[in-house]
């Protein structure tokens, strides 16, 4: 612990060091400011990531979320350039003899309905100097032109085709970064956090890709602004809505359709976006004879309204819902609720501010008519944030900002719902939470080769009270029993009742986090990074697999909060004239304060979760490629990770060596080899086609490896935990998008989308089951696989 801290220090005295060279620098010049709001011509959106620069120097910007941007330069004459992916670029004389407000509108290549040209979100040169790195973008229009299964638009499953991304398995909507866990990655629409991605237990994501205007995947070098997760952070934005003209947007597909309206209000003051989504797949059961239901919905809201050119109002809301029932006897139904109202506030031409009140909430229910009771659990939170950003000049730019969240989770309400059901009525407890935080975050160029990306955040953890906490001997809720060689839970021997107003356990930590990038020439550049990130609240979940039934936990007293140091060190490269470019990066992770399970833990309908595990330590290790092919009729790219994801759980205060003898383990998210390679190839007006090709190591499994017989009874012995590997993943998805509609100047566009989801029919196992052939008596392995190949077709249509 002590190098660790040694360490820690070290880079907060090189934050603080740089972020007074900042301060001096800032004000070492008397510069003119020009600043504005860059916009889409069509629609008015605003447009985040744009690059805005003055030719012929280095000093540039690039937009915020909110569209805004600043630049601060000396005294003189300068062409102003705009430049956004897929728009035509737009350019000005400005002669800046003082503060300037420009606000500038640009113009798509082409308005034709999901055409595609896959590059970089950036101007490469501004890629290549900017202190990020581990980041991922996709622009909206790539992600509708991949071919997914069922023909459905799925942001999540395009993410897990780029490096240092993988999926759970086969139709899941969950997603593993550089070898963390589901939990472990902060999922946000509009701000507001998602605990569930998934509907119809990971067949589609619940993001409603109409709904959505841009994404942005953290793998490291999370920004100081994010925090309370260790492994990734998925910022997702709606759209504002259309205000300029009306606009509908829909798609008809095989077992679920959507629609989407937007228009401008308040008199052009303001815009509206109203999307939603339903499936039809229930109908289509009952067409076949099935007594079941699987059905879903999803609803996205968000207005807007301008006070006056420096303050706007945005209101934003997802209403997403999942059901299902089995043949009248098992029943479920799980959901997101979510809403956001922002305050964009403008002081001047340097200062930028946004406060967000945010409520988020994710509930399931669980019925069983043969045991005639319900089961609902619940977690939500109110969150209130602040964030600002200053633009000191070209050369130092400022975050900083406060966020507070309340946490309310509900493990479980047990409830009878008939006059026969032997189940009693259980309330397991309520847990409470609060998390807070402050950060302050700098972009600094050094030079005009030289940049880096410093800040520092402090998070504070209270486990509230409000309800009673058990008691164990000697804090030992877990012993190891040694003759019988495994662990045993133990009994409480009192309980102790906190009242809301006191405090179970508190934590706190510093979160530094520091990104450097170095231009080595035109065309290449070198990063590093460094992050230190904290996670107060856990899932307890022993699949490896989001399902509806999971349960969030707060740390306390048994469950310490997860800590996580990540280093990154990465070479990025354009080549012919930028037609292609080349990442390449090392990252290497550690993460304390990991809980696993003991061997036939019980984590459903649990008061004392704390009698089921135990705390260890994981890390990751490994190298990404993605080669791109940027323009042309031909775009895509390849994507490669080489990696290793490990665990290692020892007995602790319980005793004993822990879970496979305290030696490192494979985590279920480990996967050897990951090759993605996705094309888009356009023939012409008409027609354009897709392609993913997938090959991945085996996940992780345990499998049996003997048995013997007791008392009659034959008893089956295991390998090591995870020392097993399911059969390697592969698979082949094809597209093609017909566009009859050569008018561009007609209103009404629509195309045709054929699909193909794993065209050479691969099996890919699911699980592996093992059992005893009733016949021959013979042991025997079942695998179970989810899809085969899987054709599709949809319309989508825009007005």
């Not at 022993?542 to 999971?550: E, K, L, M, Q, R």
């Not at 349960?551 to 997860?562: A, D, F, L």
Request: proline share 3%; charged share 20%; hydrophobic share 35%.
């Amino acid at each position: 612990m002590r190098k660790k801290n040694a360490k820690h220090q070290l880079v907060y005295v090189m934050i603080g060091l740089c972020f007074l060279m900042g301060l001096l620098s800032a004000n070492a010049q008397n510069n003119f400011t020009v600043s504005g709001t860059l916009r889409d011509q069509i629609n008015g959106e605003t447009l985040f990531g744009a690059s805005i620069y003055l030719k012929g120097t280095t000093i540039g910007a690039v937009t915020n979320e909110y569209g805004f941007y600043s630049i601060s330069a000396p005294a003189g004459n300068y062409t102003l350039v705009f430049s956004y992916m897929g728009y035509k670029e737009n350019s000005m004389e400005i002669n800046l003899n003082s503060d300037q407000k420009i606000d500038m509108e640009l113009e798509e290549f082409s308005t034709q309905l999901e055409e595609v040209e896959v590059v970089a979100e950036e101007p490469e040169r501004a890629i290549l100097r900017k202190p990020e790195m581990s980041i991922s973008k996709l622009n909206i229009k790539t992600v509708k032109q991949m071919p997914v299964v069922l023909g459905e638009v799925d942001i999540i499953k395009s993410l897990q085709v780029l490096p240092g991304v993988n999926k759970n398995g086969e139709g899941s909507s969950g997603f593993h970064v550089r070898g963390g866990a589901v939990d472990q990655n902060l999922v946000l629409l509009d701000e507001a956090i998602i605990y569930n991605t998934s509907h119809l237990l990971g067949f589609f994501s619940v993001f409603n890709a109409d709904a959505v205007k841009d994404l942005k995947l953290y793998k490291g070098g999370i920004p100081a602004k994010f925090g309370g997760r260790v492994s990734s952070v998925l910022d997702v934005r709606q759209k504002d809505g259309n205000s300029k003209d009306f606009a509908l947007t829909g798609g008809i597909g095989i077992i679920s359709s959507r629609l989407a309206a937007e228009g401008p209000m308040f008199s052009d003051k303001g815009s509206f976006l109203v999307a939603g989504r339903g499936s039809y797949a229930h109908l289509l059961l009952k067409m076949a004879g099935e007594d079941n239901l699987a059905s879903f919905y999803d609803l996205n809201l968000k207005t807007n309204y301008s006070l006056n050119k420096n303050n706007r109002l945005f209101l934003s809301g997802y209403f997403g819902r999942d059901i299902f029932d089995i043949g009248g006897s098992f029943s479920s139904s799980y959901g997101n609720a979510s809403g956001n109202l922002r305050w964009n506030h403008i002081f001047n031409d340097r200062l930028f501010s946004n406060l967000s009140l945010i409520y988020s909430n994710y509930d399931y229910e669980l019925g069983i008519e043969d045991f005639e009771f319900d089961w609902i659990s619940s977690i939500q939170n109110y969150h209130a944030k602040y964030d600002l950003k200053y633009y000191f000049n070209d050369a130092f730019k400022l975050d900083f900002g406060v966020s507070t969240i309340k946490y309310v989770f509900d493990p479980g309400q047990i409830k009878p719902t008939g006059p026969n059901s032997a189940i009693n009525e259980l309330q397991l407890d309520k847990k409470r939470a609060l998390e807070s935080a402050l950060y302050v975050s700098a972009e600094h160029k050094l030079t005009d080769r030289l940049s880096m990306q410093y800040g520092l955040r402090f998070s504070h953890f209270n486990r509230m009270g409000g309800q009673p906490l058990s008691e164990y001997l000697d804090d030992r809720p877990l012993v190891y029993n040694e003759s019988l060689r495994l662990y045993e839970r133990t009994d409480p021997i009192g309980e102790t009742d906190f009242k809301k107003s006191e405090s179970i356990e508190t934590f706190s930590n510093f979160e530094p986090r520091l990104s450097l990038a170095y231009q080595l020439n035109d065309d290449s550049s070198v990063k590093m990074g460094y992050t230190r990130a904290a996670q107060y609240i856990h899932l307890l979940s022993n699949t490896s697999s989001v399902t509806p039934i999971d349960v969030w936990t707060p740390s306390g007293k048994y469950i310490k909060p997860q800590l996580s140091d990540q280093y990154a060190l990465g070479y990025f490269r354009n080549f012919r004239d930028k037609v292609f470019s080349m990442e390449v990066e090392a990252f290497y992770k550690t993460v304390d304060n990991r809980i696993d399970y003991i061997d036939g833990s019980d984590l459903i309908g649990n008061n004392t979760i704390e009698r089921e595990i135990l705390n260890g330590e994981s890390r990751a290790y490994g190298v990404e490629l993605l080669l791109r092919k940027n323009e042309g009729a031909l775009t895509g790219w390849v994507a490669y990770t080489l990696s290793k994801a490990e665990q290692r759980t020892f007995g602790g205060n319980a005793g004993g060596p822990g879970i496979n003898n305290g030696n490192w383990y494979r985590t279920p998210f480990d996967r050897t080899h990951d090759v993605s390679i996705t094309g888009a190839y356009r023939l012409n007006d008409k027609w354009s086609f897709g392609a993913n090709a997938i090959f991945q190591t085996g996940r992780p499994v345990t499998y049996p490896n003997g048995q013997y017989q007791y008392e009659g009874i034959s008893v089956a012995s295991y390998s090591d935990r995870n020392a097993d590997r399911l059969p390697t993943y592969h698979r082949l998805d094809v597209s093609a998008t017909y566009r009859p509609n050569k008018r561009p100047d007609k209103k009404w566009k629509g195309e045709w989308v054929f699909g193909i989801y794993n065209v050479y029919n691969r099996k890919n196992a699911a699980s592996i089951s093992f059992g005893q052939n009733f016949e021959t008596g013979a042991n025997e392995a079942t695998r179970t696989a989810i899809f085969g190949m899987v054709p599709s077709v949809t319309y989508n249509f825009k007005f």
